[in-house]
C-alpha cells in the first residue's frame, strides 16, 4: 500500500516578487535540512518581468527606464528559462519540494508540471500539450499559456510555472517570451467559450492538478504565520484530499 504524503500549501494572493523570492529562499533552505516538509506557494505578481541565470537580457524589447511607465518591474534570478512576465490574472505556483524523497529527475519535474497546467487546460475544454524541443511549457497550437523556470539546488525545487487566466497579454509585446520569436502568447480565457469561474476557484484547481500529477494524498492548508515561524508549530493546519 502506497505511503499517504502531505503537501503543505501556503496562499498568498497577490505579492512582490522580491518578497515572494526571499520567501522561496527560506522555504527552500528550511526543506534542505528537513526542518519543513514538501511546500507550495500559490500567488499573483504585480506585472514583473523576470530574467533566467543565461541573463538573455536582448530579449527585453524596451528600455530599462520605460519599465516604470508601463507599471512594470524588472528582476533578474537564478531560474533556468529565459526571460518571462508575471502579472495579474495569473495562476503560479513555487513548490519547494524535494526530488530526492519522490523520487523524480529533473526532466520528469518539468514534465509533470506541464502535465499540471495540460490537466487544468482539459477541464474548461482546451487541449494544450508540452511544447516541442527547447519550447519547454504549455501550448495551444502555436499559442504559449504556460510557462515554466524551475530552480534545483541540492535536489530541492524553487521558482516553478505561470499559468494564464486572463492577463493583459499586451505586456508579452514588450519582450520576447521564453526567447521564443515567432509564437504567441495566449490565456484560458481566450481560448474556451466557457463562462469562467473565479480566479480563486481556478487557482484552487490548478493547486488540485498539482497534487494529483506528483502524488501527494492529502493537501494540507497553511496560513503565512505559521509558515513562516521557525518554531515548526503547525496550529490552524487544514487537511483535505486534492480532489476535493
Not at 541540492?154 to 514588450?174: E, M, R, V
Amino acid at each position: 500500500m502506497r505511503v499517504p504524503r502531505n503537501l503543505e500549501v501556503l496562499k498568498m494572493g497577490a505579492i512582490s516578487y522580491l518578497d515572494a523570492l526571499k520567501l522561496q529562499e527560506k522555504l527552500a533552505s528550511n526543506r534542505k535540512i528537513h526542518k519543513i516538509p514538501d511546500t507550495l506557494l500559490s500567488l499573483q505578481h504585480p506585472p514583473t518581468y523576470t530574467l533566467g541565470k543565461r541573463r538573455t537580457d536582448h530579449n527585453l524589447l524596451i528600455p530599462e527606464s520605460e519599465l516604470k511607465r508601463i507599471g512594470a518591474e524588472l528582476h533578474y534570478t537564478q531560474r533556468g528559462g529565459d526571460i518571462t512576465f508575471h502579472g495579474p490574472h495569473q495562476a503560479i505556483l513555487y513548490p519547494i519540494i524535494s526530488l530526492r524523497d519522490i523520487g523524480l529527475g529533473a526532466r520528469k519535474y518539468v514534465e509533470n508540471l506541464e502535465s499540471t497546467m495540460i490537466e487544468l487546460a482539459s477541464l474548461y475544454g482546451v487541449k494544450a500539450c508540452p511544447g516541442k524541443k527547447c519550447e519547454t511549457g504549455v501550448w495551444v497550437g502555436d499559442r504559449k499559456i504556460g510557462a515554466i523556470g524551475v530552480r534545483i539546488s541540492y535536489g530541492i525545487t524553487s521558482h516553478g510555472l505561470a499559468f494564464n487566466i486572463d492577463p493583459d497579454l499586451d505586456y508579452f509585446k514588450h519582450i520576447v517570451p521564453c526567447g521564443i520569436a515567432d509564437k504567441e502568447v495566449t490565456s484560458l480565457r481566450r481560448e474556451t467559450d466557457l463562462v469562467l469561474p473565479t480566479e480563486e476557484v481556478i487557482q484552487d484547481q490548478l493547486i488540485s492538478c498539482f497534487a494529483r500529477q506528483f502524488g501527494y494524498s492529502n493537501l494540507v492548508w497553511k496560513d503565512a504565520a505559521s509558515i513562516l515561524s521557525d518554531n515548526g508549530e503547525t496550529e490552524g493546519d487544514n487537511y483535505c484530499m486534492p480532489n476535493e
